[in-house]
């Protein structure tokens, strides 16, 4: 079966500027969570969403947020831009009847200028 | 809450030499525990998971990990690593699948394996 897809894979953005990341789960997931990666913070959760519903969230600004389609597909946007927002948007979907397996795309690579 | 430590953040050993990765946690429930690996420029791989059942838990490609409750651990190991083991290994927990289902990860360890 086909993977988490992440898009874009790599996205330079200028500071003050908006940005959408997208991600598509496994077919069949519900949820799907999404995190940050930096070398200083390490793994930060961000939100999670399940049939539609922010179900989770992380200790992050207003600036982030996201959303969740009907198809399980799910986006995340930042606005007003800040440099320390550069990092790598990882995505995970899993699903109950998949034996509990969180499963991460390649992540989108953010990088803010 | 829960949180993850990761004893080490970096691990250099010889190929084919045996190798364990530290993970310790603290939950006030019922935990699920989990290893992931990350290859450069890559998304985080499922290596193993404990859930529940017997506490000594494998991955295809030769790691084991083993869930000990009373020392609140759940350390990686390998026999002998070959070169390919190279990558950064995190620890992480999660209370389970409904409410509480985020995961918290362990600020990684990085296993360099030298030929």
């Known amino acids: 079966k086909a993977g988490v897809t992440q898009t874009p894979r790599y996205l330079i953005k200028t500071r003050g500027q908006q940005v959408t990341l997208s991600c598509s789960p496994i077919s069949g997931h519900r949820s799907v969570s999404w995190y940050q990666q930096t070398p200083g913070q390490g793994l930060q959760f961000l939100f999670e969403?399940?049939?539609?519903?922010?179900?989770n969230k992380g200790n992050f600004p207003g600036r982030f947020s996201g959303r969740q389609f009907s198809n399980s597909r799910s986006e995340m946007n930042v606005s007003t831009l800040e440099l320390g927002d550069s990092a790598l948007y990882l995505c995970a979907s899993s699903s109950a009847t998949d034996n509990y397996g969180y499963t991460f795309g390649s992540g989108t690579r953010l990088t803010v200028v | 809450a829960q949180s993850v430590t990761q004893l080490d953040s970096q691990v250099p050993v010889f190929e084919e030499a045996p190798v364990e990765l530290r993970c310790n946690y603290s939950s006030s429930v019922s935990v699920y525990l989990f290893w992931y690996v990350q290859y450069p420029n890559q998304g985080l791989q499922l290596l193993l998971k404990y859930l529940s059942g017997s506490t000594l838990v494998e991955s295809i490609n030769g790691f084991e990990a083993e869930f000990n409750k009373s020392q609140t651990s759940f350390h990686l190991r390998k026999p002998s690593v070959h070169i390919s083991d190279t990558a950064e290994y995190f620890c992480?927990?999660?209370?389970?699948?409904?409410?509480?289902?985020?995961?918290?990860f362990g600020s990684g360890t990085r296993l360099s394996i030298r030929p």
């Open positions: 992480a927990v999660s209370g389970g699948y409904s409410s509480a289902s985020k995961i918290i």
């Open positions: 969403y399940f049939s539609e519903t922010q179900r």
